[in-house]
């Protein structure tokens, strides 16, 4: 998927996370975003990339694009760094659930992620679609729906 729709997609879980839970809504939106885009400093042509070349580069080296940085071990291990770094649940659960969110988004590619990694296994869901394919532009419509929905949700009241 591309950076546009990790970002949207990001937007549309941690909304509606805000939604059902009672961390602070803004903090954990604008971490959202940012966890969306993470996982792809994998990939130096990404957003994420881009910033972080040198970075982006070993990473790639040593992993793969959408191995280490796409698995649920990544995943525990964000969860155990921002812990022990970050002194706000908001801003660590929303990174998490952008990051999850990405993951789903990654899914639903032909390549898939290696979401078990170390172990080889390619997991995606059993219909897929091309980065950049109509399909995406109907994911990206849909969770911009998503994200405006559960956007009133939560930031309503304030409107
Ligand atoms: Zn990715």
Known sequence: M???TH???GLAASLAF???SNYDPVLLVGAGVVGAIFPDICHGGSKIGRKFKVLSKVINTLFGHRSFTHSLLFLVLMAFLLNGFIN???IILGFLVGMASHYILDMATKNGIKLLYPLK???RFPVTTRTGGTVEYVVFAALSVLTVYFGYGVFG???
């Open 88 to 90: 706000n649940d908001s």
């Open 7 to 9: 970002i949207i997609g």
């Open 18 to 20: 805000a939604q059902v």
């Open 121 to 123: 296994i390619t997991v």
């Open 2 to 4: 591309t950076g546009n």
């Open 157 to 159: 009241k304030y409107i």
